[in-house]
Every structure is written in C-alpha cells, then in structure tokens.
C-alpha cells in the first residue's frame, strides 16, 4: 500500500445524511481544488452494476437500506485512492465514514483524516429533496419507506463518528443556499491547499 502524505495530499470526509447536498458542494470543491472525488454510494452502485457475486449481495443489503459491510466499503475505498493517489491534489471521501468503526478502520489502513466537513439539515428538509430527487432520478433508495430507514440508520450513526473526531470536525448548515455553503467549504479548504 503506497502511503499517502496528507500534508501534500489532504483526505476530507465529508458527510451529510441523504439529500443534505454533499454531492453538490463535492462537485464544486472539485472544480475549484481538483480534488479526486470518492463516493462510497458511486463506489457501491458501480460495483452493483458489475454483476458479481459480491454485486448480488450488495443489491440485497441496499433494498433493505441496511449499511454495507465495512470491509467491503473499506476495500472499494482503499482500490480507489491507491489507483489515484500519484496523481491526486487531495481525496473527498464522500459519506464515509458511516459508522465510528469505519473511521477507526480507515485510519489504520489508509491514512488519518485532514478534515471533517458534515453538511447538517433538519429530517424534514432530507426527507423533501429526496423525494424531489426520487421523481427524477428512478433510484431503487428514494422511495418514502427507504428515505425513512436511510435517515434513522444515517441519523443513529452519525453523531457517535462526529464525537470521535472534534478537533477536525467542521459543521456547515447545509439549509442555506448552494453558494453561501460553499463560501464557508472554501474557508476551511483555501488554508489547506496554501500549504
């Protein structure tokens, strides 16, 4: 495993539950820092539509909104970085951690994390974008009964990963317009690329 200098090339978290705009603000964090963007959600849909076994499996589990193994997830994660890590200017690691163990896990075998950007919205706000997303998009999660159980599994998880990490973690209102929340992603990112 190559090792990853996060002086030179920073890792970011960045979470939100369901529909709190992370791959919004990801996309222009990308344009603007040209950061290599990781979604575990891209990373688990791509293996879905490979067709393997493991594929089968995964379908399953995301039907139920139940969370992925953390291996799995870990695996796909660590393949990624290190296909890209001699290249890249920095790593979002888009919803992920999920979990206080996967974020233990991920340190150890990858390398810590710089920051922790979590975009924060209300259960109400979540639930409305994704059903507005779920009219559009033909997705097999954003139906009402999913977006449901994605929210509480999302919501019962996320607060024990944001304690565990206090001194990275950066919280945005993700309730504001998709401009002034990037004004404040910039704030946090512009001092780690001046380095």
Not at 67 to 91: C, M, Q, S
Not at 122 to 133: A, F, V, Y
Request: charged fraction near 25%; proline fraction near 5%.
């Amino acid at each position: 495993m190559a090792p990853i200098d996060t002086s030179k090339t920073p890792i970011v978290w960045v979470l939100g539950g369901p529909g709190s705009g992370k791959g919004t603000q990801c996309e222009k964090i990308i344009a603007k820092y040209g950061f290599t963007h990781l979604s575990t959600g891209d990373l688990l849909r791509a293996e879905v539509k490979s067709g393997s076994e493991r594929a089968k499996c995964l379908t399953t589990i995301m039907e139920r909104g139940d969370l992925v193994p953390n291996d799995i997830v870990l695996d796909l994660l660590r393949e990624a970085i290190v296909a890209a890590a001699a290249d890249a200017k920095g790593f979002l690691i888009d919803g992920y951690p999920r979990e206080k163990s996967q974020g233990i896990a991920f340190e150890k075998a990858i390398a810590p994390v710089t920051v922790i950007i979590y975009f924060e919205a209300s259960p109400e706000t979540l639930t409305q974008r994704l059903l507005g997303r779920a009219a559009s998009s033909g997705r097999a999660d954003d139906n009402a009964d999913t977006i449901k159980l994605r929210l509480k599994t999302f919501l019962d998880n996320n607060d024990m990963v944001l304690a565990q990490y206090p001194d990275k973690l950066k919280r945005i209102n993700a309730e504001d317009s998709v401009e002034n929340i990037f004004g404040q992603v910039q704030q946090i990112l512009d001092p780690l690329v001046a380095k």
